[in-house]
């Protein structure tokens, strides 16, 4: 158990609203990730950090910032959240320098 | 840029009998190959992993993978399945000459175990 939390579980939400999930982590890792998960399209990376304030976009990040002022927390706010952006969103940390990954249990986010 | 395929995106298989799930991954260098599993409304889960020497690799719950460098592939086995191992398997590659920590993931495939 590598001591990953993500809040809230389930969301729904109106078009245009602004949303934020939340990752938490309890070891202090200093890579971690925000992706998304769809249908047919595996995990897609959309942010990741390498230690605080430190920030990187990955594959579908148009819609989406990131941010990172505590080791343990890593924030994802959709601006201005679309029906495109209705997902499951998944935090994973990265434990060493192979990058094996370890993931929260996953945010339902439905907008409407 | 490097790309993971996973060739089947549902493999239905009776309890008991031997399964194989297929990867391939585009040439690299050097990578770290990967296949995480997640249960029906859970996060994913670390699987096996190949990161260097024997090109078998074991991992839990009886799966094996084996790295083939000259065909670029990564498959996962099991030679008898049960009905618990229903869940989506997804095969994923580290790719360590990009300089930075990107792993990039297969669609996934979906594991059916019939009773």
């Known amino acids: 158990d590598a001591g990953i939390t993500q809040s809230p579980r389930h969301k729904v939400t109106e078009t245009g609203t602004p949303v934020t999930l939340r990752c938490h982590q309890t070891e202090n890792h200093r890579y971690m990730y925000w992706y998304r998960q769809d249908p047919g399209h595996g995990l897609r990376l959309i942010h990741y950090?390498?230690?605080?304030?430190?920030?990187d976009k990955g594959e579908v990040s148009d819609g989406y910032s990131v941010s990172r002022s505590k080791t343990e927390d890593f924030l994802l706010t959709l601006e201005s959240a679309t029906s495109s952006q209705t997902s499951v969103y998944f935090c994973a940390i990265s434990i060493d320098s192979t990058d094996t990954q370890y993931f929260g249990p996953g945010t339902r986010l439905t907008v409407l | 840029a490097q790309s993971v395929t996973q060739l089947d995106s549902q493999v239905p298989v009776f309890e008991e009998a031997p399964v194989e799930l297929r990867c391939n991954y585009s040439?690299?260098?050097?990578?770290?190959l990967f296949w995480y599993v997640q249960y029906p409304n859970q996060g994913l889960q670390l699987l096996l992993k190949y990161l260097s020497g024997s090109t078998l690799v074991k991992g839990i719950n009886g799966f094996e993978a084996e790295f083939n460098k000259s065909q670029t592939s990564f498959h996962l086995r099991k030679p008898s399945v049960h009905i618990s191992d229903t869940a989506e398997y997804f095969c994923?590659?580290?790719?360590?000459?990009?300089?930075?920590?990107?792993?990039?993931f297969g669609a996934g495939t979906r594991l059916f175990v019939k009773a």
């Open positions: 950090s390498y230690g605080v304030k430190d920030t």
């Open positions: 994923a590659v580290s790719d360590r000459s990009t300089g930075g920590f990107k792993t990039i």
């Open positions: 040439s690299s260098v050097s990578v770290y």
